[in-house]
């Protein structure tokens, strides 16, 4: 791989090792069956770029749409246990495809499936990492997908633009090659007159303005929205990312101006820090005043009793919460230092009272900034309960079914 992030797509060709994502409708036919010719296609340009030195992780949707035909479905199946079953049917469909189409070109591929868990859990994380490197050492194509034949409402992605992005810090790729249904992100609908391709995006104000709420294929299950969230994820952490269409795979790993180039904006974060910002499904949430929010966006502090006002949800101690401000937007997740039990009688109060009546002890932070991570600012659904009716329930049935909030 490359010793520093990729700063120009010229630079694309000369990368060691990308990440290529294609989507359900990159590879489907207009009825949502499996079209095997766009699909060879496809491993025909990443043969080449495997010829000319370069490694390739390939993250490939199409599972449950390679089953539609053969389980005689009318489309892609809305249902969670319909989802799995057409997921077992046609990831073996898939992959057979896959396996002879690289196998033409003297190349082996190797299928793995992952959860959220894979990508971001510490054991999860080094047992992924290992087993996806030891393929590359081998000269394998690791071809990755969700486990959609196992997955619940609790641990799926949702799409595989996100999984693409975190098997990208995964892999420790140089650069991201999202491939969809379009050629770039436009000022607006592509569809829209007057619309224009956006060559080059720096950084999130230059997404400013942009109409992104066009709605994706049928047979896919992310738009626009989910490709900016995905993109977000991977350059953030150091790595730049190309979204066009699988049209022009070839062109875009070849540095051609094709589609749109998404600049490295961070450095790569920890896994743990990884964890809490993209996958980490949030036990409850915590409000803070106008002050906290401050201290903890400017001066990176952690957050301390006396900054909270409100709690809301079930939880332990170490348990992912949002963190939101008077206004109600999250700013932050972070991992809870005591649980929902404990904490009523925390809030509002200094280190100094907390040491004196209760002692030693209950005078920590609620949330470390070792363990806090800022996040982009969403607002929430709805508001956390008051601190008396939040202490006398967080023990309750109720409240631990409160507690469940949405990932950002």
Same mark, same amino acid.
């Given at each position: 791989?490359?010793?520093? +992030?990729?700063?120009?797509?010229? &630079?694309?060709?000369?990368?060691?090792?990308?990440?290529?994502?294609?989507?359900?409708?990159?590879?489907?036919?207009?009825?949502?069956?499996?079209?095997?010719?766009?699909?060879?296609?496809?491993?025909?340009?990443?043969?080449?770029?495997?010829?000319?030195?370069?490694?390739?992780?390939?993250?490939?949707?199409?599972?449950?749409?390679?089953?539609?035909?053969?389980? !005689?479905?009318?489309?892609?199946?809305? $249902?969670?246990?319909? &989802?799995?079953?057409?997921?077992?049917?046609? =990831?073996?469909?898939?992959?057979?495809?896959?396996?002879?189409?690289?196998?033409?070109?003297?190349?082996?591929?190797?299928?793995?499936?992952?959860?959220?868990?894979?990508?971001?859990?510490?054991?999860?994380?080094?047992?992924?990492?290992?087993?996806?490197?030891?393929?590359?050492?081998?000269?394998?194509?690791?071809?990755?997908?969700?486990?959609?034949?196992?997955?619940?409402?609790?641990?799926?992605?949702?799409?595989? $633009?996100?999984?693409?992005?975190?098997?990208?810090?995964?892999?420790? +790729?140089?650069?991201?090659?999202?491939?969809?249904?379009?050629?770039?992100?436009?000022?607006?609908?592509?569809?829209?007159?007057?619309? &224009?391709?956006?060559?080059?995006?720096?950084?999130?104000?230059d997404l400013d303005g942009i109409d992104v709420t066009a709605r994706g294929s049928a047979v896919g299950t992310g738009g626009m929205v989910?490709?900016?969230?995905?993109?977000?994820?991977?350059? &953030?952490?150091?790595?730049?990312? @190309?979204?066009?269409?699988?049209? =022009?795979?070839?062109?875009?790993? %070849?540095?051609?101006?094709?589609?749109?180039?998404?600049?490295?904006?961070?450095? /790569?974060?920890? @896994?743990?820090?990884?964890?809490?910002?993209?996958? +980490?499904?949030?036990?409850?949430?915590?409000?803070? $005043?106008?002050?906290?929010?401050?201290?903890?966006?400017?001066?990176?502090?952690?957050?301390?009793?006396?900054?909270?006002?409100?709690?809301?949800?079930?939880?332990?101690? !170490? $348990?992912?919460?949002?963190?939101?401000?008077?206004?109600?937007?999250?700013?932050?997740?972070?991992?809870?230092?005591?649980?929902?039990?404990?904490?009523?009688?925390?809030? !509002? /109060?200094?280190?100094?009272?907390?040491?004196?009546?209760?002692?030693?002890?209950?005078?920590?932070?609620?949330?470390? /900034?070792?363990?806090?991570?800022?996040?982009?600012?969403?607002?929430? %659904?709805?508001?956390?309960?008051?601190?008396?009716?939040?202490?006398?329930?967080?023990?309750?049935?109720? !409240?631990?079914?409160?507690?469940?909030?949405?990932?950002?």
């Amino acid at each position: 791989m490359s010793a520093a +992030a990729l700063t120009d797509r010229a &630079q694309v060709p000369s990368a060691g090792r990308i990440v290529v994502k294609v989507g359900s409708s990159s590879l489907t036919s207009p009825d949502g069956r499996l079209d095997v010719e766009r699909l060879r296609a496809l491993v025909d340009v990443l043969a080449a770029r495997r010829a000319a030195g370069g490694q390739v992780v390939l993250v490939s949707s199409g599972a449950i749409a390679a089953a539609i035909g053969p389980l !005689g479905l009318p489309g892609r199946p809305r $249902d969670l246990a319909t &989802q799995q079953a057409a997921a077992s049917v046609g =990831q073996g469909l898939l992959v057979a495809h896959y396996t002879k189409a690289f196998a033409d070109h003297g190349l082996r591929v190797g299928q793995v499936l992952l959860t959220a868990d894979d990508t971001v859990r510490r054991t999860h994380y080094r047992n992924a990492h290992r087993a996806l490197s030891r393929l590359l050492d081998l000269g394998v194509v690791p071809i990755i997908n969700e486990n959609d034949a196992v997955a619940t409402e609790e641990i799926r992605f949702g799409d595989n $633009d996100r999984l693409a992005a975190l098997v990208s810090h995964l892999v420790h +790729a140089d650069a991201l090659v999202l491939l969809t249904d379009v050629d770039g992100l436009y000022t607006g609908p592509p569809t829209r007159a007057g619309s &224009q391709r956006i060559p080059l995006v720096r950084g999130p104000r230059d997404l400013d303005g942009i109409d992104v709420t066009a709605r994706g294929s049928a047979v896919g299950t992310g738009g626009m929205v989910t490709k900016l969230e995905s993109v977000s994820i991977a350059t &953030q952490s150091g790595i730049p990312v @190309v979204l066009t269409s699988a049209a =022009q795979a070839g062109q875009a790993l %070849a540095g051609a101006d094709v589609g749109t180039w998404f600049s490295a904006t961070g450095s /790569r974060r920890g @896994v743990r820090l990884l964890w809490l910002a993209h996958a +980490a499904r949030t036990r409850g949430r915590l409000v803070l $005043d106008a002050g906290a929010v401050r201290a903890l966006t400017e001066r990176h502090t952690s957050l301390l009793p006396a900054g909270v006002t409100s709690f809301e949800g079930s939880f332990e101690a !170490g $348990d992912p919460v949002e963190l939101v401000g008077p206004d109600l937007v999250v700013i932050a997740r972070g991992l809870v230092g005591y649980s929902s039990d404990e904490i009523g009688d925390l809030l !509002g /109060r200094t280190t100094a009272d907390l040491r004196r009546d209760l002692g030693p002890g209950y005078d920590r932070e609620l949330v470390n /900034r070792d363990d806090l991570v800022l996040v982009r600012r969403r607002r929430v %659904a709805e508001p956390a309960r008051p601190v008396e009716e939040a202490a006398a329930g967080a023990a309750g049935a109720a !409240g631990a079914a409160r507690g469940r909030v949405a990932d950002v």
